[in-house]
């Protein structure tokens, strides 16, 4: 786990080591500009002191070259003839250019000045490496007493960014002591301004959080009101077929016990669609579908149940193909549900069409249309509520048919519109708002 408290405290020091660098490379610089101007006034006056010299027999004789001398003094004749060096053991050249001068030898760098002096040339040379020390010497005596700092200046900047990051470990508290029960928002006004985006994203993960759990409340306790109807009535009906007497009592008794199995594997297999719509729930990866083959599929799927009530039930005529990239089952799932309640509300020898195609922004859709009583535009949004059932609705039902569509079609990036059908009942369009793969 990394630590944000080291990483500030040595990008804090890695930033002054490199500061108090650039000032020894340029207290350097400087220092030897410094150096240069000293040594080369040096130097003149040095060559001038020798201007009133005879160098012939005047000069001391050559001296032992030890390694610690700073200056070497050459002398030339008219004709440019080495007439005296103060130090023979040094490489210098054996011709001299007036005036200052920066020459490289095997000996290293030279800093020389020549002047000429009563028909001869006097020559002054000193090492560089000397005027390189010194202000080397100089450069280092200014940063020592800031490296000697940097221990105490790690401690600080360890305390201070402790300190600087103190209302995070405050933050961490207060989002520790949130439990599923209680997810109340974080406090904003002693959080800092750096964290705050962080403690807004926090306070709407939890507002999703309580509004999830509140929903899985509320659907738990709405599915354990709905399930208790059918479980009961399952239990007098075992009870009616175990006191059935004759055998038009019992097989009486068997029908309602199995309309009543029927009506509660129907909430069950309704329920369980419901959590596989959810928002949360895995999603299978999304391949192309075709709109009119599936609506094919699942009127096929009806057949049975409309010819029991003798409903004319198909394809529109003007049905077309549109393509859409999607979880095939989960759309199956919502255009059975709108079928399913077409086929249960519409009555004897009634009608339920289907259409499938693309609208005219190019987004496929699909409309279910049936002759039933339809719904009145005053109850199209309560519909869609789980468990809702319109008041005196003879149908049998879970009331979650059409909760289910709008999951399934808000997981699926569509809207679903409840209108008038041509037919005089309800019209169900479910429009995806995702691009066509095939106008692509």
Same mark, same amino acid.
């Given at each position: 786990m990394i630590s944000i408290r080291k990483q500030l405290v040595a990008s804090l020091? *890695? +930033?002054?080591? @490199?500061? /108090?660098?650039?000032?020894?490379?340029?207290?350097?610089?400087?220092?030897?500009?410094?150096?240069?101007? %000293?040594? #080369?006034?040096q130097l003149r006056q040095m060559a001038l002191a020798l201007r009133d010299q005879n160098f012939i027999g005047s000069l001391p004789p050559p001296a032992r070259d030890r390694g610690d001398f700073d200056f070497v003094i050459q002398v030339w004749n008219e004709r440019g003839i080495r007439i005296y060096m103060s130090h023979p053991g040094r490489a210098l050249p054996d011709r001299a250019t007036l005036g200052?001068?920066?020459? =490289?030898? $095997?000996?290293?760098?030279?800093?020389?000045?020549? /002047?000429?002096?009563?028909?001869?040339?006097?020559?002054? *040379?000193?090492?560089? $490496?000397?005027?390189?020390?010194?202000?080397?010497?100089?450069?280092?005596?200014?940063i020592m007493p800031f490296l000697a700092m940097l221990p105490l200046l790690a401690v600080i900047g360890w305390w201070l960014v402790g300190r600087g990051l103190s209302p995070l470990e405050k933050l961490a508290a207060a989002v520790a002591a949130r439990t599923p029960v209680a997810l109340e928002p974080v406090a904003l006004e002693h959080a800092p301004i750096e964290a705050s985006a962080l403690v807004n994203e926090i306070n709407s993960l939890m507002a999703r959080l309580e509004q999830a759990m509140s929903a899985q409340r509320n659907f738990t306790a709405d599915a354990a009101h709905e399930l208790r109807t059918p479980l009961t009535a399952l239990q007098l009906q075992l009870q009616m077929l175990e006191r059935a007497t004759s055998e038009e009592d019992r097989q009486i008794a068997m029908n309602n016990l199995q309309? @009543?199995?029927?009506?509660?594997?129907?909430?069950?297999?309704?329920?369980?669609?419901?959590?596989?719509? =959810?928002?949360?729930?895995?999603?299978?990866?999304?391949?192309? /579908?075709?709109?009119?083959?599936?609506?094919?599929?699942? %009127?096929?799927?009806?057949?049975?149940? *409309?010819?029991?009530?003798?409903?004319? /039930? @198909?394809?529109? =005529?003007?049905?077309?193909t549109?393509?859409?990239?999607? #979880?095939? =089952?989960?759309?199956?799932?919502?255009?059975?549900?709108?079928?399913?309640? *077409? +086929?249960?509300?519409?009555?004897?020898?009634?009608?339920?069409?289907? %259409?499938?195609?693309?609208?005219?922004?190019?987004?496929?859709?699909?409309?279910?249309?049936?002759?039933?009583?339809g719904i009145p535009p005053e109850e199209r949004e309560r519909v869609f509520d789980r468990f809702y059932r319109r008041p005196g609705m003879t149908v049998g039902g879970s009331g979650l048919g059409l909760a289910i569509v709008k999951a399934i079609a808000e997981r699926n990036h569509a809207s679903v519109q409840l209108g008038e059908s041509s037919l005089g009942g309800l019209a169900a369009e479910v429009i995806f708002t995702i691009p066509n793969p095939a106008a692509a």
């Open positions: 020091l *890695a +930033v002054l080591c @490199g500061a /108090i660098a650039l000032g020894a490379a340029i207290t350097f610089y400087r220092a030897r500009q410094e150096v240069n101007q %000293l040594f #080369d006034y200052f001068a920066t020459v =490289e030898t $095997r000996d290293g760098t030279w800093r020389t000045l020549s /002047i000429p002096v009563n028909n001869q040339v006097v020559q002054v *040379a000193q090492p560089m $490496r000397i005027r390189n020390q010194l202000a080397l010497m100089a450069a280092l005596r200014t309309s @009543g199995l029927e009506r509660a594997t129907h909430v069950l297999l309704q329920l369980l669609a419901l959590a596989r719509a =959810e928002p949360d729930a895995q999603a299978r990866p999304p391949v192309q /579908i075709d709109l009119l083959e599936l609506a094919g599929t699942v %009127l096929a799927d009806h057949y049975t149940l *409309a010819e029991d009530k003798e409903l004319d /039930i @198909g394809l529109s =005529e003007h049905a077309h549109a393509y859409l990239t999607a #979880d095939p =089952e989960s759309v199956r799932v919502l255009l059975s549900n709108l079928v399913t309640n *077409a +086929v249960r509300y519409t009555p004897q020898g009634g009608r339920v069409d289907v %259409l499938t195609g693309l609208d005219n922004v190019g987004q496929p859709f699909m409309r279910v249309s049936d002759s039933g009583p």
